[in-house]
Structures are given as C-alpha cells and as structure tokens.
C-alpha cells in the first residue's frame, strides 16, 4: 500500500489548507485512517482519526479548526486546516495500519 500526501505549503497565520492523501488501494472497508504531524526537532504528534464508521477524533490542539474527511471514489483521505496558527508548523504524514505517507510540509508564518 502507497500513501501520498500533498497540499501543504507556505501561508499566513488565519489562512486555510486542504491537505490529500490519496491511497494506492481502495479505502471504503478501511476502519481507521489518520493524520499525525511532526515539527522540527519534535516528536510526531497524532492530529486525527477517522473511523470507518464515520466518527473523527481530533487532537486538543486543532480540534474545532481541522476537519478529516474521504472520498471513496477518489481513493483519498482529507484533511481541511482552517484558521492556522504558526504552531501547526509541521511535515503531515497521513496513516493507515503499519502504512504511512511520506508527508506533505505545512510552513505557517505570523
């Protein structure tokens, strides 16, 4: 299984990102797809889940400002970030079981 993410780049503190994860497999029976980040000189930190039943978890710190979604036709695994803050500085790695995504570079600036 292959997982590439993109959609990240530079932005300013307030604005918006729609990150993809697009799976080399279907995802329609996947039970729990995720977003995780990792900031320079940090450990990875888990961002959100999305089960297969439909329900999202989200961490402390975005929740209320990250959406995770998927389409299943596409094969993708989203993650809408509104409102970013210079903290959400990190390279985002999308996730499903042991497989990760090679990661995708949000950069926030102030």
């Known amino acids: 299984v292959q997982l590439q993410a993109s959609g990240g780049g530079l932005v300013q503190s307030g604005d918006s990102l729609k990150l993809s994860c697009v799976v080399s497999?279907?995802?329609?029976?996947?039970?729990?797809m995720a977003w995780s980040r990792q900031a320079p000189g940090k450990q990875r930190e888990w961002v959100a889940t999305?089960?297969?039943?439909?329900?999202?978890l989200y961490a402390d710190s975005v929740k209320g400002r990250f959406t995770i979604s998927k389409d299943n036709a596409r094969n993708t695994i989203y993650l809408q970030m509104n409102s970013l803050k210079p903290e959400d500085t990190a390279t985002y790695l999308c996730q499903i079981g042991n497989f990760w995504g090679r990661g995708t570079l949000v950069t926030v600036s102030s």
């Open positions: 999305l089960m297969g039943s439909g329900k999202t």
């Open positions: 497999r279907s995802i329609v029976n996947l039970n729990v």
